[in-house]
């Protein structure tokens, strides 16, 4: 079975493929940039911005792994051990958000349960801060100095 069609179930009790969950263009990771802030944990930074899409089309995730990582068989070794990380605890976001995983290169040596257990505490923290904006009454964080972009940021 290839990745395209295995699927994940999302909140609204519909299935969804695993690779409709992925980030895939430069403008939706230069919205996520834009409209968070960095966060960190032990071994990758992090962004996420929730997203406003009616219906419901549940969370998507990007990665990034430059070449500051190594040569192209660790990035995508790298990027692998992520993607499946990612899989395994994607049904941890329940809402329409956008995350940006950037690894360190301590995720080509570390051990998988160690990396499956930093994102799951990544996405914890992710539906967290949801939780909190939506009892602000805003899905957005406040960032000063922010203004409205071309391209629906």
Known sequence: MTESNSVTPISAGGLRT???????KHADYQCVYQRSRKHFSASMTYFFADRVSNPP?????GLT?????????ERNRIKRRMREAVRLNL???TRDVDVVLHPRRTVLTAEFGGL???VCRIFAV???AGEKAGERGGGRPDLKG????KGGC
């Open 126 to 128: 992710v539906e967290k």
């Open 116 to 118: 499956q257990s930093e």
């Open 65 to 73: 792994a430059g070449r500051v990582l190594g040569k192209a068989v």
């Open 146 to 149: 922010t203004r409205k972009r």
């Open 57 to 61: 089309t549940g969370p998507r995730v």
């Open 91 to 93: 049904a941890l976001l």
């Open 18 to 24: 695993v690779s409709s969950a992925r980030l895939r």
